[in-house]
Structure formats: C-alpha cells, structure tokens
C-alpha cells in the first residue's frame, strides 16, 4: 500500500484524482521568513472557508516545520505546499539540502527552549513523515490535519 505521500503525488500527476484546492509558494530560508509562511497558509486557508481551529493548527505546524527547515538545512528556499483534499488538509515543506539527520520528535528538558516543534506536529495532525524530495536533492517533511470539506460559495 502506498503511503499518504506517494499517494498524492499519484494524484498530481496521473490526473486520476480531483487535486482539491492547492497552493504553493516559495520564501527564503530565513528565521523572518517563518511569520510570512505561517501568515500565508493561514490567509489561504481563510479563503478556502477551512474552520478556524484547523487553520490555527496548520499555522502552528507550518511554524514548525518550516523553523526546523531554516535551522536544520542549507536551504536558500524552502517551498510550502497545501492542499485542502476533503477531509484532509496537507501541508509540505520542502527544502534544498538534506539535515545532518533525519527530522524526529525528541524528548526537551523542562527549562529547553526548543526541542518540541515536531511533538507539537504530531499532536496536531493525523500523520506526519518525512521523504525526498522529486529531484532528490532535498527532503519534504510534510504534516496531514483533519478538517471538514471547504465550504463552497456560489
């Protein structure tokens, strides 16, 4: 069976899938970046009508994994990626250069400020993972929230 990654990548490019609603963009791999990435998905999100709980989750994870992209990586970009694919919202984030290490939640001190990026990813989402990128020059860690269809407008 594939995985929730694989399949998705199936369905944007064999066409036998509805892709949803989907965005993409690209910002540089830069600690001031992070509130513009999070700003973005959350006014995306806004727009497609996703309820207000899950677009606050989704702008944490996004926070999140992106930080962990800036810090971990010799990325010059990093692209995000979201689709809303009815009950599930996905987020990625992709960037340019592999980690000393693969991204895994660990175990912080009481007093560390850092350290629970990724526990916070798992608590918020139904499934995360992490795998490379197409060209495989980088890695895509990506996050899947549960959420109810985007409302439609006429």
């Known amino acids: 069976m594939a995985s929730s990654y694989d399949a998705l990548r199936v369905a944007r490019h064999d066409g036998l899938t509805h892709p949803g609603r989907h965005d993409v963009f690209r910002l540089p791999a830069q600690n001031a970046s992070v509130a ?3 700003g973005r998905v ?3 999100l806004r727009e497609w009508g996703v309820d207000l709980e899950v677009t606050d989750d989704a702008g944490l994870v996004v926070t999140e994994l992106f930080t962990n992209a800036v810090r971990h990586t010799d990325s010059e970009k990093i692209t995000c990626s979201l ?3 009815g009950r599930v919202l996905r987020l990625e984030v992709a960037d340019q250069g592999d980690g000393p290490t693969e991204p895994r939640s660990r175990s912080a001190e009481f007093d ?3 350290g629970r990026g990724l526990l916070l990813v798992s608590v918020l ?3 995360w993972g992490a795998g490379p990128t197409e060209d495989g020059m980088g890695r895509v860690v990506w ?3 549960a959420c109810a269809p985007a ?3 006429p």
């Open 143 to 145: 996050a899947e929230l």
């Open 42 to 44: 959350r006014a995306r």
């Open 112 to 114: 560390e400020e850092c």
């Open 151 to 153: 409302r439609r407008y």
């Open 83 to 85: 689709w809303a694919l």
């Open 36 to 38: 513009d990435a999070r």
């Open 125 to 127: 989402s139904k499934a």
